[in-house]
């Protein structure tokens, strides 16, 4: 994607969200949200991470387009955007950055599915997909139960055209959960679909991904390891440096599993 377009998301973005706070009130947020995430952990599977207008804010404004632009190049990266995509499904969807930048990496822009069990997640997502310009809605649900469901239809609609993302999702959930979900991931990707996972690097924020690692590559596809040197649209360096935060690169965990029918 060309800067400008990033840029210009991220813009709206901003005018969207961040606006309406105080610079200090929002910068105190995207911390508090960073705290979260890192030092209690615990608590995501009984306890929203986003549960204040300034969570939200820093969520939808900062991470999210990070994500965005991490998942951009993670695709690029492996190579993922040479092939047609008819329909995109979004697990876990939060504001619908990474399906809607797998989206914007294809030629034909793929109609958008995302599912999200929030249903401020939902209204954003719908938002992200409408200003990109992308087809699709997202739909409150969750993403457990709509791989399974997905599964399920696959078997009587090829999933040849399908790409299945996973961003930043799997590490919320209660480990029960996550042993079924990689079931359906599997599956999904056996019976046609291209599927992604992507998640934080740090260890301590997904403990379970060398499990589903295995089963991946086992099953055909590949790991990956991200550390991206790529610019920060200037507006999220800002953010960055007067929120406190060190380093510029841009890193992550993949998993890649497509089926050999030409979604690869």
């Known amino acids: 994607m060309a800067d400008a377009d990033v840029d210009r998301f991220v813009a709206a973005l901003q005018a969207r969200h961040a606006a309406p706070l105080r610079r200090p009130e929002f910068l105190k947020a995207i911390r508090a949200l960073s705290a979260r995430y890192v030092e209690r952990r615990a608590e995501l599977s009984d306890r929203s991470p986003l549960d204040s207008a300034g969570k939200r804010a820093a969520f939808a404004a900062y ?3 990070l994500h965005f632009v991490t998942t951009t190049e993670i695709l690029r990266a492996l190579g993922a955007g040479h092939h047609p995509l008819e329909h995109i499904v979004d697990l876990g969807c939060g504001t619908g950055v990474a399906g ?3 989206a914007r990496e294809r030629a034909n822009r793929p109609r958008m599915q995302g599912v999200d069990k929030s249903g401020w997640a939902v209204d954003e997502a719908t938002w992200t997909y409408r200003t990109l310009g992308l087809g699709g809605r997202a739909t409150r649900g969750d993403l457990i139960g709509a791989a399974s469901d997905l599964a399920v239809r696959a078997k009587r609609e090829p999933l040849n055209q399908t790409g299945v993302i996973l961003g930043w999702s799997v590490n919320e959930l209660a480990a029960p959960g996550r042993a079924s979900l990689l079931a359906s991931v599997l599956e999904l ?4 679909a291209a599927v992604l996972v992507i998640e934080p690097i740090a260890r301590r924020a997904a403990p379970w991904f060398d499990d589903w690692a295995d089963a991946v590559t086992r099953a055909g596809g590949r790991q990956d390891l991200w550390k991206f040197d790529a610019p920060r649209p200037e507006a999220l360096a800002d953010l960055a440096e007067a929120a406190g935060f060190s380093g510029d690169a841009l890193t992550a965990r993949s ?5 050999a029918n030409g979604n690869r």
Do not use: E, F
């Not at 990707?189 to 046609?192: C, F, M, N, P, S």
């Not at 998993?255 to 089926?259: D, F, M």
């Open 63 to 65: 991470y999210a387009p």
């Open 189 to 192: 990707a056996r019976l046609g």
């Open 255 to 259: 998993l890649w599993l497509a089926s």
């Open 100 to 102: 809607a930048a797998w």
